[in-house]
């Protein structure tokens, strides 16, 4: 079963880039799956934010296109979020996931990393 595990710094300034990196073991980026982030912030519900697909297409939530990049590292079977601009508001516990479908609004389906919670804050 595919594993992920989520690593970045937990606080970021406002309009500075957040910048995950989701680092998977027991299956490869370059097979299957869509590889996906979705985040959820406090006493809010889950929220898709994009995904990047095992041929290196990416697709994005249309409201956060404009300021997020998903990008992947298939020597190192990693993928990344930048979310650039942040503000208070993009608080939230970012969670990376591999799924067969997109979007998606739950992390009940597929496989996720446990999370990592990162706060916009100066």
């Known amino acids: 079963q595919v594993q992920l595990q989520e690593s970045g710094p937990g606080l970021v300034k406002p309009s500075q880039t957040l910048s995950l990196t989701c680092t998977v073991s027991?299956?490869?980026?370059?097979?299957?799956?869509?590889w996906s982030w979705i985040r959820q912030p406090p006493g809010k519900g889950m929220e898709w934010m994009g995904a990047?697909?095992?041929?290196?297409?990416?697709y994005y939530r249309p409201s956060l296109k404009s300021r997020t990049s998903i990008s992947r590292d298939t020597s190192k079977n990693q993928f990344t979020l930048q979310l650039r601009s942040v503000t208070p508001e993009d608080t939230a516990v970012y969670y990376c996931?591999?799924?067969?479908?997109?979007?998606?609004?739950?992390?009940?389906?597929?496989?996720w990393g446990q999370g990592t919670q990162v706060t916009v804050s100066s």
């Open positions: 996931g591999a799924t067969s479908q997109r979007p998606v609004t739950t992390i009940s389906e597929g496989s």
């Open positions: 027991g299956g490869s980026i370059t097979s299957g799956y869509y």
């Open positions: 990047i697909d095992d041929r290196g297409n990416t």
